[in-house]
Nanobody, 118 residues
Framework: QVQLVESGGGLVQPGGSLRLSCTAS????????VGWFRQAPGNRREEVSC??????STYSVGSGTGRFTISRTENTVYLQMNNLDPDDTGVYYC?????????????WGQGTQITVSP
């Protein structure tokens, strides 16, 4: 199974920015669609953004639309997060699959924590 690693989380003030990275340790991530998901405390995991492997098409849902940008370079997928809000706090996961959106049976990373607080 694919092994994914997220990085780039941390504590940031409202209005700040972060860039998350998702890499694969044992294979070429370029051959997979990659999605970013968020799980806030007490909530279910929800979709944030996804990028295809074939043509680089991107999909965004929820409150991050217009503030978050997904992109990819060689073997890494990024989530640029701007104008962060306390409601963006949560654990962010990346997952890989053949097409957007990855499901629970696909490969997932361990997550990276983002806390947006003054």
């Amino acid at each position: 199974q694919v092994q994914l690693v997220e990085s780039g989380g941390g504590l940031v003030q409202p209005g700040g920015s972060l860039r998350l990275s998702c890499t694969a340790s044992t294979f070429d991530l370029d051959n997979y669609a990659v999605g970013w998901f968020r799980q806030a405390p007490g909530n279910r995991r929800e979709e944030v953004s996804c990028i295809s492997s074939s043509d680089g098409s991107t999909y965004s849902v929820g409150s991050g639309t217009g503030r978050f940008t997904i992109s990819r370079t060689e073997n890494t997928v990024y989530l640029q997060m701007n104008n962060l809000d306390p409601d963006d706090t949560g654990v962010y996961y990346c997952a890989a699959s053949k097409w957007c959106w990855p499901g629970s049976s696909d490969s997932w990373g361990q997550g990276t924590q983002i806390t947006v607080s003054p």
